[in-house]
C-alpha cells in the first residue's frame, strides 16, 4: 500500500523556519521525482520545489528561491522541505508528491501558517 506521510508543518512567525518532511512506503522511492506543492485558500495547487533521482537535480518556484531548500535521504525514503525566512504569503497547505512515468502519489498534506 502507497502512503506519502507528511510532517512538520506549524504555526510560525515571520522570518522563521520549518522543515517539513515526508515519509514514503509502498513503493520504490528512488526511483521517483518527488515533489512540494502547496495551496492557498482561494488559489490554485502550485510547485513549490522538485527533486529528480537519480542526481538529485532540484528546481524550485521563483518566489521560494533562495529561501527553500529541497533535498532527499533514499536510505529513508524521505524527502524534505527546509522553509526559511518564512513569510505570510507562504501560509498553505504543503503536499508531498511522487512521480514516475504515470504513476502519481499524493500525501495528505501539512498546514503551515506564518503570521505573528
Known amino acids: 500500500q502507497v502512503q506519502l506521510v507528511e510532517s512538520g508543518g506549524g504555526l510560525v512567525q515571520p522570518g522563521g523556519s520549518l522543515r517539513l518532511s515526508c515519509a514514503a512506503s509502498g513503493f520504490t522511492f528512488s526511483w521517483y521525482t518527488m515533489i512540494w506543492y502547496r495551496q492557498a485558500p482561494g488559489k490554485e495547487r502550485e510547485l513549490v520545489a522538485r527533486i529528480i533521482s537519480p542526481g538529485s537535480i532540484t528546481t524550485y518556484a521563483d518566489s521560494v528561491k533562495g529561501r527553500f531548500t529541497i533535498s532527499r535521504d533514499n536510505a529513508k525514503n524521505t524527502v524534505y522541505l527546509q522553509m526559511n525566512s518564512l513569510k505570510p504569503e507562504d501560509t498553505a497547505v504543503y503536499y508531498c508528491?511522487?512521480?514516475?512515468?504515470?504513476?502519481?502519489?499524493w500525501g495528505q498534506g501539512t498546514q503551515v501558517t506564518v503570521s505573528s
Open positions: 508528491n511522487a512521480v514516475r512515468l504515470r504513476e502519481n502519489y
